[in-house]
């Protein structure tokens, strides 16, 4: 069936895979950027629109304009987004609180300004762009892992609530794509002299060094977004490349390990009997 999505951030990375494929299976796109001029994209079923999702007065108006003009919104994708490296102590608050708008209370209010269209029609999926670095963290990407980590929790509260509307939440975690997220659109902080040079550096040269070799196929990933969405029952995480799927195994493998061993002190904080 032909749906009406609407996908931030759609001019480059996933967005524009995204954008690409969701046209291609029939449905229609409203693509929301900051720049409407570097979309560089034309189809009939093709319109953009104007959004930095930042910008929460401006929400409401682009959400209402779109519902005016297609009636519905099916699929929201919150994508937009960007990279950001550097230690916990050397990211500034203006820079992490930059960062949370981009990624949590931006992607927070278009996603609240679209669920009483959606629980009206009774059916509705957000898909929310997070990343494997949405699950579990490492040296340099604090502010990163925080804004995704905040959004994972959110999401997931979301979709116990609007289940009952026919609503889907499905969170994307992606490993490592060939999108522009290694490149000059990922903020490097002002490093504190070579204090954490080892751990943050050696981060620093993995992005950079491994830009264009990275496994994942964005648009690759795409058509599994829109395998998932098809779905008449979609994961509530879907990590996306090997590479994910090898490091979250990981990470839950070692997050049980570690309950099991302090089980026995964990469980001694109760009340006796």
Not at 102 to 124: D, E, I, Y
Request: charged share 20%.
């Amino acid at each position: 069936m032909a749906e009406v999505w609407l996908i931030t951030g759609a001019n480059a990375g996933f967005g524009r895979a995204l954008t690409e494929e969701a046209l291609a299976a029939g449905h229609t796109v409203v693509a929301a950027v900051r720049r409407p001029e570097a979309m560089g994209l034309e189809h009939e079923r093709l319109s953009v629109v104007k959004l930095d999702v930042t910008d929460g007065e401006a929400i409401p108006a682009v959400v209402a304009d779109v519902l005016a003009r297609h009636g519905r919104i099916d699929v929201l994708v919150n994508n937009a987004g960007r990279g950001m490296v550097g230690a916990a102590e050397e990211t500034t608050d203006e820079e992490l609180r930059g960062l949370m708008e981009l990624h949590f209370f931006g992607p927070v209010a278009l996603t609240k300004a679209v669920l009483p269209g959606m629980r009206a029609q009774k059916s509705g999926t957000i898909v929310q762009l997070s990343s494997q670095g949405g699950r579990f963290a490492f040296a340099g990407i604090s502010a990163y892992s925080g804004s995704k980590f905040a959004i994972e929790g959110w999401s997931e509260a979301l979709a116990a609530e609007t289940k009952q509307f026919g609503i889907r939440v499905i969170i994307v975690e992606p490993g490592a794509f060939r999108t522009s997220f290694n490149e000059p659109s990922a903020l490097y902080v002002t490093e504190i002299s070579d204090t954490y040079e080892g751990p943050v550096g050696a981060v620093r040269d993995a992005l950079s060094n491994g830009n264009g070799t990275q496994p994942g196929d964005p648009v690759r990933a795409a058509q599994a977004i829109l395998t998932a969405v098809a779905s008449p029952e979609p994961p509530l995480r879907l990590p996306l490349g090997s590479d994910a799927v090898e490091a979250l195994q990981g990470v839950y493998a070692g997050a049980q390990s570690e309950v099991a061993a302090w089980e026995n002190l964990s469980r001694s904080a109760d009340f006796p009997g």
